[in-house]
């Protein structure tokens, strides 16, 4: 997966099949494309999400559309879809974010689409071997004792939390704080500088624990658990009373985590169909992590993934688009 900072254009791609080519497709109301300027849809730094993307861009594009990807971080993404800049993102992790989303949204900038379809967690996870090094996982507490198998010569004699990069809004140093855990938060350079770690020590079964999250093809390939607190006991109540008030360490609000869709709000004017489209499209973990896991294992290609994903499922797929082209 390329995880450059950069913005990277992808190629723009006119529709190769025709609205009225889609099969059995009914008479539709809606003639597309109502502008003939390219739909641009984000693409962030990870590979589920590239997976949503192209899946959505294939569709698209048989719906008439020309279609571009942007590759951009998730913050400059904000301001670049409020601008028209960018269209539309399909899978947003609605708390990493939290408050710079519901600011857009509450401004006029942004237009929440409702939620992506993915079910998702998020905590600290450690390979499946850890536990005969560290007994008590996969409760928190028995980090209390084996901190120091997680020391690196980066961080001994303390233990070290493989964090979010910096620019995800990382809170994991928050909780060592507040449980007091001799630990230490080191950000990650994303998802391939930790899935290349990951490798690493599982080749050598070394001690590893990282905050991570899921639906993603790192916790099935390298077979993750979760470390657990119970939303009652010691570690949700010193948290409240640090005043964290992210949950992507421990869960301790019991709340959904929200894996949204965004647009420009300039969407629903300027290409109502598509809009009506990308507000009824979904993606569930099922779908998507197949498609993920050949990406990052057998060196497939999202959008061949996507093609073929497409073309497997029209009946999935193809009422959200003939409802879209009624209205």
């Known amino acids: 997966m390329n995880r450059s900072w950069k913005f990277l254009v992808g190629a723009s791609v006119a529709a190769a099949i025709s609205a009225s080519a889609l099969t059995a497709a009914p008479t539709w109301a809606a003639t597309v494309p109502e502008s003939s300027d390219p739909i641009v849809l984000s693409k962030l730094d990870w590979t589920g999400q590239f997976v949503t993307t192209e899946v959505a861009a294939e569709i698209l594009r048989r719906m008439g559309y020309t279609v571009e990807l942007l590759q951009t971080p998730q ?5 670049a879809m409020a601008e028209g800049q960018i269209s539309a993102s399909l899978e947003n992790w609605y708390q990493v974010l939290a408050v710079q989303y519901e600011a857009a949204t509450e401004a006029g900038r942004l237009e929440k689409l409702g939620p992506t379809g993915l079910v998702g967690s998020e905590g600290w996870y450690y390979p499946a071997y850890v536990e005969e090094k560290c007994p008590g996982l996969p409760d928190w507490q028995a980090l ?3 901190a120091e ?3 690196t010569a980066d961080t001994a004699p303390k233990g070290r939390v493989l964090d979010y990069p910096a620019e995800w809004n990382a809170d994991a140093q928050a909780w060592i704080d507040a449980l007091g855990l001799e630990f230490v938060a080191a950000p990650s350079g994303g998802e391939g500088s930790t899935a290349a770690e990951l490798r690493s020590a599982t080749a050598r079964q070394e001690p590893i624990i990282l905050q991570w ?6 916790a099935t390939q390298f077979d993750l658990k979760q ?3 119970d939303a009652a006991g ?3 109540a010193k948290g409240k009373e640090a005043g964290i ?5 421990f869960d301790c609000t019991g709340e959904v985590i929200e894996i949204a869709k965004l647009a420009w709000p300039g969407l629903k004017e300027k290409w109502p169909a598509a809009y009506r489209f990308l507000s009824a499209f979904q993606m569930t973990n099922e779908w998507q992590g197949p498609m993920a896991m050949a990406v990052e294992t057998e060196n497939r290609e999202p959008a061949d993934l996507a093609k073929e994903w497409v073309d497997q499922n029209e009946a999935i797929w193809k009422p959200w688009v003939d409802a879209a082209m009624q209205e």
């Open 75 to 79: 913050v400059p993404m904000i301001d």
């Open 144 to 146: 209390k004792d084996c």
């Open 149 to 151: 198998i997680f020391a």
């Open 213 to 218: 999250w899921e639906p993603t093809w790192v």
């Open 227 to 229: 470390v657990k607190a």
């Open 234 to 236: 010691e570690a949700c």
């Open 245 to 249: 008030e992210t949950r992507k360490s």
